[in-house]
């Protein structure tokens, strides 16, 4: 079946099969590998891209169920050299260790912010209970969040 | 994992995935938001035929006030719920009930109508369904019926829709001096519930769902008996396991569950001021 997304401001179209998922679509077809794959059960957020602005588990939807959106992963995030805020913030506070999951949560934290702007600790937290950090450095992801959020207001 | 092959139908209205259905019958299933059915699809526990997309119909996505109750399209999506202020001023629990349900990514994707027609006794929203005594509404070839939701859950992952009907609505009376509690435990941040709670009291008359406590949701009847009798929520919270049959597994054996109902009905009770 045939699927047009727009990916990063860029569009593309191929033909699929419809049991094809999102994540599998975005690494293998269109050739961006920065969204990774974790648990592949959507349960970990390694895999989360934005799909219309909002965070979601590309790993628990179909090509087919993205035609015609508007897409935005990790690459599409800085502005050419310039980092985005988030990936400036996690560099600052050294939010990441091994860090295979730091695109899902980079963009799990920027869908956080669009909709909480100015959360408490708790908050982001809990704004990121999808996404699992096998190193266990959530203290300093949480600190980059927060830290982008200040910096933003 | 990548779910068995089938055939995709994108129904552009809810009278073409009807159509859909009828002519596919039980090798169809509709797909909503996809956060029950493809998990499922990924580990071949469910291998339909055809998958119809009901995801783009956005006029089964709505919150209308219709006067005794909301009115809440089938295809509205958890994140829209939990933010609503007329389901927070309407209908509290189910609001709060939402925001647990899974985590972000989930809630900006799936939708009540799926999460209730999935019939998971492991979800949240149909406890709330239980505790509120909502109506479902269902569209077949036939024309539209009305199910009690102590009529809706008939089985594992069974309920009464037909299949060649739809789930287009949900019906919540609309308790705006109603308090309520919702208590889900659970070992992760993003898990099911291993036992949850929605409890909810509106001009003395409690309504009381459980998660997981059984195959299908179900209703804590003798908590709400012992409460119409006058019961304290301690007392009352007693006997939130009767009459239950709750599930094994890795995370708790029946026995576990029967406390966890008793110790978060009593909380959830405490919370709704009984």
Same mark, same amino acid.
């Given at each position: 079946m045939e699927v047009t997304v727009t990916i990063n401001g860029d569009s593309h179209s191929h033909d699929v099969e419809p049991r094809t998922l999102l994540v599998h679509y975005i690494r293998d077809v269109v050739g961006l590998t920065g969204t990774n794959i974790g648990c592949d059960t959507s349960s970990c957020g390694a895999c989360t891209i934005h799909v219309n602005g909002e965070s979601v588990k590309s790993c628990t939807m179909l090509a087919v169920q993205a035609d015609g959106q508007d897409l935005l992963t990790i690459e599409g995030l800085a502005d050419g050299d310039v980092l985005h805020p988030m990936q400036e913030s996690f560099r600052q506070c050294h939010a990441l260790q091994c860090g295979y999951c730091t695109p899902g949560m980079v963009m799990a934290a920027v869908s956080l912010l669009d909709e909480n702007p100015d959360p408490t600790e708790r908050e982001v937290r809990i704004g990121l209970e999808g996404n699992l950090c096998r190193c266990t450095g959530y203290h300093n992801i949480v600190k980059a969040v927060l830290h982008c959020a200040e910096a933003s207001s | 994992m990548i779910p068995a092959a089938f055939d995709y139908i994108r129904a552009g209205s809810a009278e073409e995935a009807l159509a859909a259905l009828a002519e596919h019958g039980d090798e169809a299933k509709l797909l909503a938001g996809g956060h029950s059915l493809l998990p499922l699809m990924k580990l071949r526990l469910s291998t339909p035929a055809v998958l119809v997309d009901i995801g783009r119909l956005d006029d089964l996505s709505y919150i209308n006030d219709a006067g005794d109750h909301l009115a809440i399209g089938a295809l509205t999506r958890h994140r829209d719920l939990e933010i609503s202020e007329v389901v927070q001023s309407q209908a509290g629990l189910l609001a709060e009930a939402t925001s647990h349900v899974g985590d972000p990514q989930v809630r900006h994707r799936g939708t009540i109508g799926g999460s209730i027609a999935h019939g998971d006794p492991a979800s949240d929203l149909p406890s709330v369904m239980l &505790?509120?005594?909502? +109506?479902?509404? *269902?569209?077949?070839?036939?024309?539209? %019926?009305?199910?009690? /939701?102590?009529?809706?859950?008939?089985?594992?992952?069974?309920? *009464?829709?037909?299949?060649?009907?739809?789930?287009?609505?949900?019906?919540?009376?609309?308790?705006?001096?109603?308090?309520?509690?919702?208590?889900?435990? @659970?070992?992760?941040?993003?898990?099911?519930?291993?036992?949850?709670?929605?409890?909810?009291?509106?001009?003395? @008359?409690?309504?009381?769902?459980?998660?997981?406590?059984?195959?299908?949701?179900?209703?804590?009847?003798? /908590?709400?008996?012992?409460?119409?009798?006058? &019961?304290? #929520?301690?007392?009352?919270?007693? &006997? #939130?396991?009767?009459?239950? @049959? $709750? $599930?094994?597994?890795? @995370? &708790?054996?029946?026995?576990?569950?029967?406390?966890?109902?008793? /110790?978060? +009905?009593? %909380?959830?009770?405490? #919370? #709704?001021?009984?």
């Open positions: - | &505790a509120m005594r909502a +109506t479902l509404v *269902a569209r077949g070839p036939g024309g539209e %019926r009305e199910i009690a /939701v102590d009529d809706f859950f008939t089985g594992f992952l069974e309920t *009464a829709l037909g299949d060649d009907e739809l789930l287009t609505e949900i019906r919540v009376p609309k308790m705006p001096d109603a308090t309520w509690g919702f208590q889900k435990f @659970n070992r992760r941040a993003q898990d099911w519930a291993i036992v949850g709670v929605s409890a909810i009291v509106d001009n003395g @008359n409690a309504g009381v769902g459980l998660v997981n406590m059984d195959s299908i949701p179900v209703r804590a009847a003798g /908590v709400e008996a012992a409460l119409a009798g006058g &019961a304290s #929520a301690a007392d009352a919270a007693e &006997a #939130a396991a009767e009459g239950t @049959n $709750p $599930p094994s597994d890795l @995370n &708790a054996g029946p026995e576990y569950r029967e406390h966890l109902a008793r /110790v978060l +009905t009593r %909380r959830a009770l405490e #919370a #709704a001021g009984r």
